[in-house]
Structures are given as C-alpha cells and as structure tokens.
T-cell receptor, first 113, second 112 residues
Framework: DGGITQSPKYLFRKEGQNVTLSCEQN?????MYWYRQDPGQGLRLIYY???????QKGDIAEGYSVSREKKESFPLTVTSAQKNPTAFYLC????????????FGPGTRLLVL | SQKIEQNSEALNIQEGKTATLTCNYT??????LQWYRQDPGRGPVFLLL?????KEKRKERLKVTFDTTLKQSLFHITASQPADSATYLC???????????FGDGTTLTVKP
C-alpha cells in the first residue's frame, strides 16, 4: 500500500518547546516538501528537498528546520523561535522537482498549549 | 510582484449545475498549471494538470482551460453533485524557483 504518511495527527506544543513532525513516503520519490496551511488560506512552502542530504528554504522557513538523511523520510522540527506555530502542516512528495504532481500526506495539526 | 488569485473564497451552486472556478496569475510564466481538491482536515488530492501548449483538458465531469495570454485557468465541474463540495486549489509551476506555488483556494458548496 504505497503512499505518504504523517504523524501524529494532532500535536500539542508548550511554550519554548521544540516539536518534530514526521513524514514518511514509500513511493520512491526523490523530492519532498513541507507546507503550512492557516485557516481559509492556501499552502505556504516551508522547506523542500530534491535529494537526500540536500534541502532548500521555502517562503516561510524561519523558525523551522528539516533533515533528509533517508530518501523515505523528511521530518520537520518546529522550533521555539517560531512564535505562531498553530497551523495545519502538510508533507508532500513528487518523483523529482521537475515531476509535476505532488502527493500529499493527511496532515498534522499543531496546537500551542 | 508575483500573485495567484482564485475567484471568491466561496462558491455556492445548485446540484446539477456547472461550477466554474477561476485562477488568475501575474508575473509567472508557468510551463503547466494544476488543480487539486482538498476536503476539510485532509491533504490536497491531485485532479488535473494542463500544460502551456494545451488549451483544454478533460477528465470525466471535469474540464480545465488554460489561457496564457489572459494568464488565467478555468476549472469546470459539470452536473455538479453535493459530493463535489470541497476546496479547490490551483498550483503554478514556478520554474524560476524549481517548485510549485499554490493559490488560496475556492470553497465550493453544491446544494441538493
């Protein structure tokens, strides 16, 4: 059963805490992406990765960090420097950066306590 | 500055009618444009892709047009059904950045 998974579905963060969102894909895709979605708005790109051990900042990278140690995995850390982290986070993958269609995971909703 | 605009945040139509959603863009030269469907609390799902050299593409009850002169794409759902109710996002290939950029979406409600 191929696809892209995200965990957890809901995540609660305390003030000053770093939290990590998981994203895994078994589609053998090279490119992976992280987006943030606020209510009633579109997707804003946080980070993307074209290949293992390489990633690029998107439009709103401040307060976030990523790693790409394995092709299948692209975790996102929301650091304490991100002052307004409450949002819906979506991970996506595509065959490569030139391959057009992106496949999205089910999302993680991050809430601040 | 670059901008992607999708028509009104919400569109309400009666079942059986044709829904038409608009995606306008400025300061992009996309090689292709995509439409995605997003249901509440879920990730977007790819629907259709249309390239710059294509005027129209169809898939079942869906039709997309792409006018690079007007810098506009139209997305049509014919014989609409309540199950078509969702948010529809357009996405442009931002070739300068090597990635796609999404519009804010239009929420379609089809009433029985």
């Amino acid at each position: 059963d191929g696809g892209i998974t995200q965990s957890p579905k809901y995540l609660f963060r305390k003030e000053g805490q770093n939290v990590t969102l998981s994203c895994e894909q078994n589609l053998n895709h090279d490119a992976m992406y992280w987006y943030r979605q606020d209510p009633g708005q579109g997707l804003r790109l946080i980070y993307y990765s074209q290949i293992v051990n390489d990633f690029q900042k998107g439009d709103i990278a401040e307060g976030y960090s990523v790693s790409r140690e394995k092709k299948e995995s692209f975790p996102l850390t929301v650091t304490s420097a991100q002052k307004n982290p409450t949002a819906f986070y979506l991970c996506a993958s595509s065959r490569d950066l030139d391959q057009e269609t992106q496949y999205f995971g089910p999302g993680t909703r991050l809430l601040v306590l | 500055s670059q901008k992607i605009e999708q028509n009104s945040e919400a569109l309400n139509i009666q079942e059986g009618k044709t829904a038409t959603l608009t995606c306008n863009y400025t300061n992009y030269s996309p090689a292709y444009l995509q439409w995605y469907r997003q249901d509440p609390g879920r990730g977007p799902v790819f629907l259709l892709l249309i390239r710059e050299n294509e005027k129209e593409k169809r898939k079942e009850r869906l039709k997309v047009t792409f006018d690079t002169t007007l810098k506009q794409s139209l997305f049509h759902i014919t014989a609409s059904q309540p199950a078509d109710s969702a948010t529809y996002l357009c996405a442009l290939d931002d070739t300068n950045a090597g990635k796609s950029t999404f519009g804010d979406g239009t929420t379609l409600t089809v009433k029985p």
